[in-house]
């Protein structure tokens, strides 16, 4: 026998469910303020510096080039070559302590201010402003019909985020080609397959995440703000929302009593929610959308200011501070715990004896190659010699000349010239012979050593090992 109730429900139709939100384009409101005039100041930096470094002239070349086509990664007066891959290494070593050390006492302060994501993001922010107008006017044209005012308009905004975009492609190629060959094959179009790609690539990419994606690559693809939550604590600046001065929330007019109208100072205005980027309402409390910008910090104190509010209302602090109701200098104080003290000397132990290696680094490197087909061979005069191949490295940026010696054997001396010349930043290899007595050592393999040392320089000394082999 079926129960009614059953067969009830059976009579309903499925309810589809959908296991993705459906994506609402944000519209931010542009704010004015400390943060956001600090924001604008460091796009303008980092951007001065990625457009305009690959510029610079020096020595005759391009200061800063990872010439791939060389396999050399010119750094002004330094030069980098692939045996120097371990500088790689510790560099971006030294790049994750850094972050990790920024994180656990400011929290995502890189996101909000210097991310490329976030950067370029703000970038073509600015001109969808300066071309569509401010959030009202946006959400307004977006909503209306396509009028030939509407398609001018998002004509030209496409337009010059593809012309930025082309030239960011452009420049990020440009420090791996030449950019002056790279100029001049594009102005000439002879412009190669390679460099065509990854320049368009770059550009496509740019476009897409900061005229399209935006805030989804932070929420949905940038690892970043999965795992920040191991590397934040207690202390951690944040931006936060104070709970305990904002509610209970509402709207209001100015001057008005909030004891008897049992109200907090939040006024319920939704700009907090309006300035943000990825559009949440930090008065949920800390979410791993939140870049750190502090655009809601910027837009709370301007209400506050017109409420006559005290401002912070939203504010950068930490968990410990307002629970216990910290001031500034508490706050401070509260950051050297040992978590960050640890960072700070593992940081600073890094970077010493990355920076020690790097000053001391010889200006020259020699590889020593035994000719391996002919083991040893009897001279006229009765001596055993040996033949190496001396493969010389010059990585500074004029010529030098070095002179060769040989040790380890009583007896042992070169047949053949003492001093090489190496051209500038170049490799050289040089065939040298070199003998000792019969008697002068043991059957078999001998240790011997090579001396280089440069004719101009006394401290540019370079012992490398090598096997002599008497019959």
Request: some cysteine.
């Amino acid at each position: 026998m079926t129960d009614s109730n059953d067969t009830a429900l059976a009579a309903v139709p499925p309810v589809p469910v959908s296991l993705y939100e459906k994506h609402k384009k944000i519209y931010a409101r542009r704010v004015r303020g400390g943060f956001d005039n600090g924001r604008i100041a460091l796009v303008l930096l980092t951007q001065a510096l990625f457009y305009g470094a690959l510029w610079l002239p020096w020595n005759g070349r391009q200061a800063i080039l990872f010439h791939l086509v060389e396999r050399k990664f010119y750094l002004f007066g330094l030069i980098l070559w692939p045996q120097d891959v371990i500088y790689l290494a510790v560099l971006l070593i030294i790049s994750a302590y850094a972050l990790f050390l920024v994180t656990a006492i400011a929290g995502r302060l890189f996101c909000g201010y210097a991310c490329p994501q976030t950067v370029y993001t703000e970038i073509f922010m600015w001109i969808e402003n300066a071309v569509e107008g401010d959030r009202n006017a946006r959400m307004k044209l977006d909503r209306g019909p396509l009028t030939p005012d509407k398609l001018r308009k998002k004509a030209l905004k496409h337009g010059l985020w593809a012309i930025l975009a082309l030239w960011t492609g452009f420049t990020l190629v440009g420090y791996f080609t030449p950019v002056t060959e790279l100029w001049s094959e594009i102005r000439d179009f002879s412009l190669g397959p390679w460099e065509s790609f990854w320049i368009f690539f770059y550009a496509g990419f740019t476009y897409l995440m900061a005229g399209s994606l935006r805030e989804q690559v932070c929420k949905y693809m940038c690892p970043y703000a999965r795992f920040q939550s191991v590397m934040f604590d207690a202390d951690t600046l944040i931006v936060t929302y104070d709970p305990e001065r904002g509610e209970p929330r509402g709207t209001r007019k100015k001057g008005t009593d909030l004891g008897a109208a049992g109200l907090g100072e939040c006024v319920d205005c939704g700009v907090c929610v309006q300035v943000c980027p990825t559009g949440i309402d930090i008065r949920k409390g800390l979410q791993y959308e939140c870049i750190g910008c502090a655009a809601c910090v910027d837009g709370c104190d301007q209400i506050m200011d017109k409420m006559s509010y005290p401002r912070g209302l939203i504010r950068y602090s930490t968990e410990n501070a307002m629970r216990d109701h910290l001031d500034g200098k508490d706050i401070v104080a509260h950051i050297l715990r040992p978590r960050i003290l640890l960072y700070t000397a593992i940081l600073a132990l890094i970077v010493g004896i990355a920076g020690w290696f790097l000053a001391h680094r010889l200006p020259v490197k020699v590889d020593v190659i035994r000719d391996r087909a002919t083991l040893a061979r009897e001279a006229d005069d009765g001596s055993i010699e040996n033949v190496y191949t001396l493969q010389f490295m010059n990585t500074a940026e004029r010529p030098r000349r070095y002179r060769i010696a040989v040790t380890g054997l009583d007896g042992l001396r070169l047949a053949g010239a003492d001093e090489v010349e190496v051209p500038a930043a170049s490799v050289r290899a040089v065939l040298t012979t070199v003998q000792a007595p019969p008697e002068s050592g043991k059957k078999g393999a001998n240790p011997i050593h090579f001396e280089i040392q440069a004719t101009d320089d006394a401290n540019i000394l370079l012992r490398e090992k090598a096997s002599f082999m008497l019959p």
